[in-house]
Nanobody, 123 residues
């Protein structure tokens, strides 16, 4: 199995920058797909950025040109660089990853969420 943990959240002023990272641990063979989501109270979880195993990226319209998702396959980490932050970016940011891990019975697949990290953008 794989466990994900986000880090880097915090408080930042409008127009500032922040980077959140997702570290995967466990007997991971490969992360095939990874994404960053965010959620505010009373709202559904929103897909912010997505990256494939080939490195192809997609972004929500609301963050295009401001956010960048990247991955380090050797370290099993996924990072979201957030620039020109706005108050509406305030949310709990979650990492999601899918891939393969080495289970006792053999190779198996996983899909895991991190516990989330709070990002707050002040006016």
């Amino acid at each position: 199995q794989a466990q994900l943990a986000e880090s880097g959240g915090g408080l930042v002023r409008t127009g500032g920058s922040l980077s959140v990272s997702c570290a995967a641990s466990g007997t991971i063979i490969q992360i095939n797909h990874a994404a960053w989501y965010r959620q505010v109270p009373g709202k559904g979880r929103e897909l912010v950025a997505d990256i494939t195993s080939a490195g192809t990226t997609k972004y929500a319209d609301s963050v295009k040109g401001r956010f960048t998702i990247s991955r380090d396959n050797a370290e099993n980490t996924v990072t979201l660089q957030m620039n020109s932050l706005k108050p509406e970016d305030t949310a709990v940011y979650y990492c999601y990853a899918e891939g393969y891990y080495n289970a006792p019975e053999g190779l198996n697949s996983f899909g895991s969420w991190g516990p989330g990290t709070q990002v707050t953008v002040s006016s």
